[in-house]
């Protein structure tokens, strides 16, 4: 039962500070990770290419699968329902007082403020994905370079330049068979 009462609080916490979207969850995420032992970083970045490949906005689809995880199909729906509460909460309010304060020079500067926050936890979740992706981390800190997906990276790259109007879908799924065959 404590972890079903961890997974609200982190994912409350998770949906309430991860201002900016999906890869905004993933500095959370990655701390969760760490804190409880739910994933390892090789887990969450399996999480993310799963998240991202699947519809559905990332962040929802891995508290789900963490949740899920760790509690079962009713821990995957309490991750869920707790990561998407503060929206909830904070959007009803909102919409509350939203014709009184719609002009408001405060209201403005706030979300003027909240932009480079935004833009910072994306970086850091960029940066996280680059480490754990292209270099071989390990208990130990970080080791050698993961050549094998830095030459994928290379081909796939190459191939976007060659063919820029191919659907994204057939890249992921392109991608896929490509990591199901090499065991990435």
Wanted: with cysteine; hydrophobic share 55%; aromatic share 14%.
């Amino acid at each position: 039962m404590s972890e079903i009462i961890s997974l609200i609080i982190e994912f409350f916490k998770t949906g309430l500070f991860a201002v900016g979207g999906g890869l905004a969850t993933i500095p959370f995420l990655t701390e969760m990770g760490e804190k409880f032992g739910w994933f390892t970083v090789e887990e969450l970045s399996t999480m993310i290419a799963v998240s991202e490949s699947t519809p559905g906005p990332i962040g929802i689809n891995m508290a789900t699968y963490v949740g899920y995880d760790v509690g079962g199909l009713f821990g995957g729906l309490i991750a869920t329902l707790s990561l998407v509460a503060p929206s909830v909460i904070v959007i009803c309010i909102i919409a509350n007082y939203f014709d009184r304060f719609k002009d408001s020079k405060l209201v403005k500067e706030i979300f003027n403020g909240l932009k480079p926050a935004v833009i910072a936890f994306i970086i850091a979740a960029t940066l996280s994905l680059f480490i754990s992706t292209l270099l071989n981390v390990g208990n130990n800190g970080l080791g050698f370079i993961n050549f094998k997906t830095c030459i994928l990276l290379g081909i796939l790259y190459l191939f976007m330049m060659k063919f820029p109007k191919l659907h994204p879908i057939f890249v992921i799924v392109i991608a896929a068979i490509v990591g199901i065959i090499f065991k990435f």
